[in-house]
């Protein structure tokens, strides 16, 4: 499956472990919905991904991608040290040009 540059980045990133490199790749302004939190701001994404992953040890494995003008969905294989391990799970993505601007994380 070929993904978009900026998907196939995010994903690299995660599972290299470079949270700046993650949150790069989110506006100034962007949001995050994960297990009944949100995060603003590139800082707060760079820490809450720094910190799932030292936690979660979480590695992804893209399964689906689908975009319809600014939104996007990405299905995703998480794997880690968490129970239930590995996981599907959503990544419902909203865009401003190739940044993602919103992520809510279901499954």
Known sequence: ???PEN????IRAQNERDSTAFANYFTEQATVSDE???YSGREEIKQWIQQATEKYNMQ???LDFKQTGSKGEL???VTGTFPGSPAVMQYN???DGTSISSLKITG
């Open 36 to 38: 009944g939190s949100s």
């Open 60 to 62: 992804l494995k893209s």
């Open 93 to 95: 993505l909203e865009f």
């Open 1 to 3: 499956m070929k993904l």
């Open 75 to 77: 299905t995703v294989e």
């Open 7 to 10: 998907i196939e980045g995010l």
